[in-house]
């Protein structure tokens, strides 16, 4: 049992020394300072929790990244069939008709009103 200067002394505290709080305060700022270093370890920025974002965010990266290489690889793709050597005339056929809006002499074109586009 600790007898601080204050207090009377008993039969557990009889022959040893009052401690002074001046003597608990480096203990007591040590344990402060390990308490905050322990927080910020666990939830600042550069803690587990900042770590835990990270990881998340790395993650929705890798996914579009993998969405764009995909686009990339469907462009590439359109691009070979469209080149010189190796051209697609359906392919191209088609894609006249949906950028140019052209249509072929034996078609008839119906357009449906109720149709709104954004």
Known sequence: M???MTSRPSSRTIGKP???LRQLLPTAAMMLVIIGLTYQSL???RGVSGW???QRQRAAKQHELTALQQANDD???QIARL???TLDYDFLDER???VLGLVGPDEVVVFNQHLRRN
Request: net charge positive; hydrophobic share 30%.
């Open 2 to 4: 600790i007898r601080f």
């Open 18 to 20: 009052p401690v002074r």
């Open 43 to 45: 939830q600042g920025n």
């Open 52 to 54: 835990q974002d990270l």
């Open 75 to 77: 462009l590439q793709q």
């Open 83 to 85: 080149s010189g050597d």
């Open 96 to 98: 006249a008709r949906k």
